[in-house]
């Protein structure tokens, strides 16, 4: 029978459940169990797809096409695996089909409860998504206390009774905040949560204790008693250099020995060595190397989470040490300032048309100062409108997405967009194939005619004005199998060492072990480009 492990958190939100509970998960997976991850959100929406990213972070696309909270790119790095629809779960979803079974009258003109009929539900999808694995982790999304979460944590106190009291594991991550003014840590939020977790009926076999300073024993003590727990369950978890040191860290109390005890498991031992290796290349990059990323959603910068990793893991790859340059797209006035100095530029991906312009300017700022670019989605959309406005003359060349009026659609909406009415779930999502030019800059990165990626999209590449844009040195160096949409775009390299777009999402299948190819010929090229002649020229 699966083993269940329920990562639940308190005293605020942001602590790091899901990194909390991928490292888990890597301990556990290195011991030689199948572990399966699943995170639990209860906020109303039906996925994570229609969210702002400015306050919740990016979307996280899986392989088939779910769009999810960002723990889950966690998740994959850590267990390096990939994962689908099954892994998210959101109140929204469990609502709508608790209604839809009501409405064909399953409940037989029963009143539709929250308890039995949600938190059946919930238990059901958990244990649906936890088929084929030994050990199933599960984090719950919010905070203990919160109003939209007592359904799910209604539901997992049930599961104990529902699988067998040695299927089940709780562990609760709590915060320990640090008292300037006393110079102390404190353990009262920690106390207090423990204590509302407890009158939910959930009492924990594991305690993380997250601070940003080191944890004094009598700190821990004192979560021990109000936990009811030996002082050997209370794990300290201070604030990392490197979130990759997770899971080497949690080794360190013998992490996997007592998830096995709780839960009967045999016990082997674990292979950290992958783990050591990453970590050695991390401590032995030192290359300074600044990428500029010009991005649109700056209030919260975990919107591009899986960009950031995918940049420091080819760096670590290549003993670089990557430096984040952030520029707001909006700011014209200062843009190329904060562009000079950069020994590479990625323009990500985004919606709307707020901040485009200052995308444009990037992307031309890339190509006319020979520093190496990425597009990525958006990124790719706005460098074929600046192509098309300064190579091939067309003042007006926009994305029908930011001007529908404009004269020039070098950027359109997909055929199969036009009679969509419902925005969420409805875009081009997940893995699709492409078949690259063996010419092209881009085959020798990937090394491979055939290719998948993830994509979000719904604007296209007009086909209309392929022809004068490889007039110019564009090349289309990847297709879809139909040869409709485009995948891939760079140019010449005798006009540019390095300049890459993709209408893809590249950086969800980057592994901080295995750095996507893309990732590393961008910091390979910035690398190189202290060194190169200044000898290309550019294209009239």
Request: aromatic share 8%; net charge negative; charged share 20%.
């Amino acid at each position: 029978m699966t083993k269940y492990i329920f990562v639940t958190g308190g005293v605020m939100s942001g602590l790091g459940k899901g990194i909390t509970a991928a490292g888990i998960g890597a301990n556990l997976k290195a011991a030689g169990y199948n572990v399966g991850i699943l995170k639990c959100d209860p906020y109303l929406n039906y996925d994570a797809g229609t969210l702002n990213p400015s306050e919740h972070g990016e979307v996280f696309v899986t392989k088939d096409g779910a769009e999810t909270d960002l723990d889950l790119g966690h998740y994959e790095r850590f267990l390096n695996i990939e994962l689908e629809q099954s892994s998210s779960l959101m109140s929204g979803r469990i609502l709508s089909q608790v209604i839809q079974d009501e409405r064909k009258g399953k409940y037989l003109g029963k009143t539709v409860q929250v308890i039995p009929h949600v938190t059946n539900k919930i238990q059901d999808e958990i244990i649906k998504s936890a088929q084929g694995y030994q050990i199933m982790i599960v984090e719950i999304g919010g905070t203990i206390g919160d109003i939209e979460g007592l359904a799910f944590v209604e539901a997992i106190r049930q599961m104990r009774r529902r699988v067998g009291q040695n299927n089940v594991a709780y562990i609760h991550l709590v915060y320990l905040p640090y008292l300037e003014a006393s110079q102390e840590i404190k353990t009262k939020p920690a106390q207090n949560s423990l204590k509302v977790l407890q009158s939910y009926g959930i009492k924990p076999d594991l305690v993380c204790a997250r601070s940003d300073h080191q944890i004094p024993a009598s700190s821990l003590e004192k979560l021990s008693i109000f936990a009811d727990l030996d002082q050997e369950y209370i794990i300290p978890l201070p604030t990392l250099d490197n979130v990759y040191k997770v899971p080497s860290y949690l080794s360190q109390f013998s992490i996997t020995k007592i998830l096995s005890d709780i839960l009967n498991l045999n016990q082997s031992q674990a292979d950290f060595s992958d783990w050591e290796d990453l970590i050695d290349k991390i401590n032995n990059a030192t290359k300074p190397i600044k990428v500029a990323i010009v991005a649109k959603y700056l209030d919260n910068q975990d919107t591009y989470a899986s960009i950031v990793e995918a940049l420091k893991s080819a760096g670590w790859q290549l003993g670089s040490k990557i430096e984040i340059v952030w520029v707001d797209s909006e700011d014209l006035d200062h843009l190329k300032s904060r562009l000079k100095g950069s020994q590479a530029i990625l323009v990500p991906g985004g919606f709307g048309s707020r901040g485009i312009e200052g995308k444009i300017i990037a992307s031309q700022y890339a190509r006319e100062n020979l520093i190496p670019y990425l597009g990525i989605c958006l990124g790719m959309q706005t460098a074929i409108i600046e192509l098309s406005r300064n190579q091939l003359g067309l003042d007006q060349a926009n994305s029908a997405e930011f001007d529908s009026s404009s004269s020039d659609q070098v950027i359109h909406l997909m055929d199969q967009q036009h009679h969509v009415t419902e925005k969420g779930g409805t875009m081009r999502l997940g893995d699709y194939p492409a078949i690259l030019d063996p010419d092209s800059l881009t085959y020798q990165l990937y090394q491979n005619l055939n290719v998948t990626e993830r994509h979000r999209h719904r604007y296209e590449v007009n086909n209309q004005y392929k022809n004068k844009l490889e007039a110019v040195g564009v090349r289309f160096s990847g297709l879809s199998p139909d040869k409709k949409l485009v995948e891939f775009i760079e140019l010449d390299q005798d006009i540019h060492p390095f300049f890459v777009a993709t209408q893809a999402h590249p950086e969800f299948r980057s592994r901080p072990m295995n750095p996507h190819p893309l990732f590393l010929g961008l910091i390979s090229s910035a690398l190189a480009s202290e060194a190169r002649p200044n000898t290309l020229s550019r294209h009239k």
